[in-house]
T-cell receptor, first 112, second 113 residues
Framework: GENVEQHPSTLSVQEGDSAVIKCTYSDSASNYFPWYKQELGKGPQLIIDIRSNVGEKKDQRIAVTLNKTAKHFSLHITETQPEDSAVYFCAASKGGNEKLTFGTGTRLTIIP | KAGVTQTPRYLIKTRGQQVTLSCSPISGHRSVSWYQQTPGQGLQFLFEYFSETQRNKGNFPGRFSGRQFSNSRSEMNVSTLELGDSALYLC????????????FGPGTRLTVT
């Protein structure tokens, strides 16, 4: 089955700097790649997603890039703010209502 | 629009007992999926229901079961609880299914002693 690896497991950045989280997937048939943010005591919340027919997607300070050849995708957060502190999860799916396989999560801490 | 609600939020059970967790999806969402979240295994998919039918199932033993009602509300049952079942159980709803935006509830924290 699909395997998703996520790095780093923890990341600390100064407020205002950029943060990058990377994921690799094993199944070349995967074509849907969402990113979720989980704050303490809450369920995960979708922050951005990308499908395999595009290479990059942006939403304000957040962007995701996808390299299908290398089978990896990355989350980029620019101008980080304290409220960006949370655990971030990547996931992959083959589409067609196939299940999501999640990465192990990255705990992002923004240092004021 | 109200979000996904899960009840109860916290639960303590003893080994060997069974437990039922409840999930109310966002109004209009017909897909409800369940996940187990633990520090060791992360987020793992249990199953998904759509219009009262199980469409997808993860790699969990038969002790884990679920159902969905005609109003899209869903329940998850775990029988013969084991210590390793201690986890946060998350429910998510979606308009269409697993490869579209999932809206997660706050979860039910189950502790098995």
């Amino acid at each position: 089955g699909e395997n998703v690896e996520q790095h780093p497991s923890t990341l600390s950045v100064q407020e205002g700097d950029s943060a990058v989280i990377k994921c690799t997937y094993s199944d070349s048939a995967s074509n849907y790649f969402p990113w979720y943010k989980q704050e303490l005591g809450k369920g995960p919340q979708l922050i951005i997603d990308i499908r395999s027919n595009v290479g990059e997607k942006k939403d304000q300070r957040i962007a995701v890039t996808l390299n299908k050849t290398a089978k990896h995708f990355s989350l980029h957060i620019t101008e980080t703010q304290p409220e960006d502190s949370a655990v971030y999860f990547c996931a992959a799916s083959k589409g067609g209502n196939e299940k999501l396989t999640f990465g192990t999560g990255t705990r992002l801490t923004i240092i004021p | 629009k109200a979000g996904v609600t899960q009840t109860p939020r916290y639960l303590i059970k003893t080994r060997g007992q069974q437990v039922t967790l409840s999930c109310s999806p966002i109004s209009g969402h017909r897909s409800v999926s369940w996940y187990q979240q633990t520090p060791g295994q992360g987020l793992q998919f249990l199953f998904e229901y759509f219009s009262e039918t199980q469409r997808n199932k993860g790699n969990f033993p038969g002790r884990f079961s679920g159902r969905q009602f005609s109003n899209s509300r869903s329940e998850m049952n775990v029988s013969t609880l084991e210590l390793g079942d201690s986890a946060l159980y998350l429910c998510a709803s979606s308009l269409r299914g697993l490869d579209y935006e999932q809206y997660f509830g706050p979860g039910t924290r189950l502790t098995v002693t």
